[in-house]
């Protein structure tokens, strides 16, 4: 009897592949959009703009709010001079249709590797992230620290749920802390599960706060720095509304959580999950020792302050000292090398870990390369402004 084949589902691609995809649909549209340009401004040091047409030609005049306003840009000029604005904008009402450039198989080929290369100070930046990240999770730092937490707070149950929040939300907002919180479950659901509470507790608290740190990233440079980038600004600017937005949604959270969990411990049988409660108790207090902890060294503690202490470093560098990528990959490479020293670790053993865990963000560097290759299409394609124009109409 033949066995019958199994047919193969369908699988959505990768990042990669999708943007592959992407960017060859990119080059398509070169042939069919029309091409066309704004003229662009560039802010100088010396207190003046160049405007370049599209033709090319180059005009400079001094920069002033007089002129800004003339020409219809709602930016204010400070902008311009404290850094924000970093790239070339366009002029509002100076678009002109131009030569059509079509973009064809060798160009997206080349697209993809100018891509990594007009990339490459992200890319370094991205990577060094990872190796500290990497270190920190070898080390185990954050799950002692969430240990540590957890007894400190024990008969203060809603103040564990605020603080083991406000702790993973900000690990979302600063470094992207997801995935990496899956560690923290087998942690905190015994010590939850203690408190009286249900396992619905423990995954919301997890769960929604890194989910609400992702999403309100205010310094995270796989989010909102990289996009920054990519946009010409600086990643500084609208952060007080995204702080502003990580807050108040935090709030209101944490008030859903606080009064499912109140309902929870006050009567069990309120629990959406009651009927399994029985089994996720067997299973994760039969063996547990509440007189356990993880240890939560002094290395431990300054290797969570450097890492904390070095987000505000960057944040002030470059708000008010001008920094951009090199400086700020400057001052994480800085912080990899005393968490080295921190982690006890041997000398091979801190640079193979820093090693591993920036090997594990290489897919999300040649990922960023990638889409920046589909701005250099469309840019190099002249139809980006066409894009933009089509859309104001």
């Known amino acids: ?37 704004y003229s662009r401004l560039t802010y100088n040091d010396d207190n003046t703009f160049t405007i370049v047409d599209h033709e090319g030609t180059e005009t400079q005049v001094d920069a002033s709010e007089e002129f800004l306003k003339e020409n219809n840009i709602s930016i204010p000029l400070e902008s311009f001079k404290n ?27 080349l697209a993809s590797i100018q891509g990594v290369e007009d990339s490459v100070d992200i890319i370094v930046f991205v990577l060094i992230i990872g190796g500290i990240i990497g270190l920190l999770n070898e080390t185990g730092t954050l799950n002692a620290g969430m240990s540590a937490l957890s007894k400190k707070t024990k008969g203060k149950e809603f103040l564990m749920i605020v603080v083991v929040f406000s702790l993973i939300a900000l690990g979302g907002t600063t470094y992207g802390l997801a995935e990496e919180s899956i560690a923290l479950y087998p942690i905190l ?63 209101v959270a944490l008030i859903y959580i606080g009064s499912y969990a109140k309902k929870v411990k006050k009567d069990p ?10 089994r996720i108790k067997k299973k994760f207090l039969t063996d547990y020792d509440d007189n ?3 240890d939560f060294s002094l290395n431990k503690k300054l290797t969570l302050v450097v890492f904390v202490l070095t987000f505000v470093v960057m944040i002030w560098g470059v708000q008010s000292q001008g920094w951009w990528f090199e400086e700020m990959s400057g001052i994480f490479l800085l912080t990899a090398i005393i968490i080295m020293f921190l982690s006890g670790m041997g000398e091979k053993q801190a640079v193979s870990t820093f090693m591993q865990g920036a090997s594990d963000l290489v897919s999300v560097a040649l990922i960023i390369g990638l889409a920046r290759g589909i701005n250099i299409i469309l840019d190099n394609g002249y139809i980006s402004d066409t894009l933009y124009t089509m859309l104001q109409i």
């Not at 649909?25 to 066309?36: E, Q, R, S, V, Y």
């Not at 929604?208 to 600004?233: D, E, K, Q």
């Not at 049988?269 to 029985?278: G, H, L, Q």
């Open 269 to 278: 049988s309120k629990s959406i999950i009651a009927e399994d409660m029985p």
């Open 1 to 37: 009897m033949k066995k019958s084949k199994q047919k193969k589902g369908f699988t959505f691609p990768s990042a990669s592949t999708v943007l592959f995809i992407v960017l060859i649909f990119a080059a398509l549209l070169t042939f069919i959009i029309p091409a066309g340009i």
């Open 189 to 251: 659901l015994p010590i939850f599960l203690l408190a009286g509470y249900d396992a619905i507790v423990v995954i919301g608290t997890i769960y929604l706060a890194s989910c609400i740190g992702t999403m309100y990233s205010t310094v995270n440079p796989f989010s909102v720095v990289i996009a920054s980038n990519a946009a010409g600004i600086s990643f500084t600017s609208g952060q007080l509304y995204r702080v502003l937005g990580l807050v108040l949604t935090s709030v």
């Open 83 to 109: 850094g924000s604005i970093k790239k070339p904008i366009a002029i509002p009402n100076t678009y002109e249709k131009i030569e059509q450039n079509p973009q064809g198989p060798k160009e997206i080929i």
């Open 292 to 294: 356990y902890q993880e």
